[in-house]
């Protein structure tokens, strides 16, 4: 395959899969191995500094009153839900870096499947009684810190290629007793300290490397258009799908791409 296509497919998966419940990682990973295309360092660093800026042009009236109010419970419960994460990744790390081989591909996308079944089943047998439905709450009155911080500990084991990082926090909230309402936009919220970080050591590590930087500067604009503009809709979706809570049709398609991908890897 070109490698313009190549770049610019990676970036359509990138914003489309980086928000749905899909592992956006898992999909980088199955389409390398499908295709025979590897996804470059500094491509990363590209594609993940435009999902970053479909979090914040989306949420931005969110992160302004963060920024205004950097004491408020909001941006507290954004601290306590991003300390589980950093400390599982760090422990973790040397499995991490391994599992990218794509050899727990399948069973990640299955694990998934299963998360977002049992919570689309679940919420069908009982009915929301939120009192924050309609709210816009920038403090997330709907979402506890005890829930904040088991969204923390989903989103720390989603780094692993397969496992939604959207879908598990999301699911991790629902399950806890979050309002559905509150716990989409505050997932893509705590998402913002997580991919800084890792847009950071993508950037340490590329300065590190000796490797010779070759890639056509117009198709990796163009991808980075498409994560951005295709990221930002994949937000939009997912806020308002989480309110009807119907992830079986996520669930399904796991089902399918953990199939394929026990075939192909």
């Not at 391994?98 to 679940?122: Q, R």
């Not at 088991?150 to 806890?176: D, E, H, K, W």
């Not at 998402?191 to 490397?209: G, H, Q």
Request: aromatic letters at 14%; hydrophobic letters at 55%; one cysteine or more.
């Amino acid at each position: 395959m070109p490698a313009i296509f190549s770049i610019i497919i990676l970036g359509i998966i990138q914003g489309l899969t980086e928000f749905l419940p899909v592992s956006s990682s898992g999909h980088l990973v199955l389409f390398s191995n499908l295709f025979g295309v590897s996804e470059s360092l500094f491509v990363s660093v590209i594609l993940h500094v435009a999902t970053l800026l479909s979090v914040v042009v989306v949420l931005r009236k969110q992160i302004i009153y963060y920024l205004k109010h950097p004491l408020c419970d909001g941006v507290k419960k954004l601290v306590v839900a991003s300390v589980p994460t950093c400390l599982i990744v760090l422990v973790l790390l040397p499995v991490i870096e391994k599992s990218f081989g794509g050899a727990v591909l399948p069973f990640c996308f299955m694990t998934t499947a299963f998360l977002l079944a049992f919570t689309d089943l679940f919420f069908a047998r009982r009915k929301s009684k939120s009192m924050y439905a309609e709210i816009k709450d920038e403090n997330f009155s709907g979402i506890s810190y005890l829930q904040a911080f088991y969204m923390g500990i989903a989103q720390g084991f989603a780094v692993f290629p397969g496992i939604s990082r959207s879908g598990s926090t999301i699911c991790a909230g629902m399950l806890s007793g979050g309002d559905k309402s509150s716990v989409a936009e505050f997932s893509f919220l705590m998402s913002l300290p997580i991919i800084f970080l890792s847009l950071f050591k993508e950037i340490y590590d590329l300065s590190t490397t000796d490797a010779k930087l070759q890639i056509d500067i117009v198709p990796l604009i163009l991808a980075f258009i498409f994560a951005f503009i295709i990221g930002m809709l994949a937000i939009k979706f997912m806020i308002r799908l989480t309110k009807k809570v119907n992830f079986l049709w996520f669930s399904l398609y796991l089902i399918v791409i953990a199939f394929v991908s026990f075939m192909v890897i």
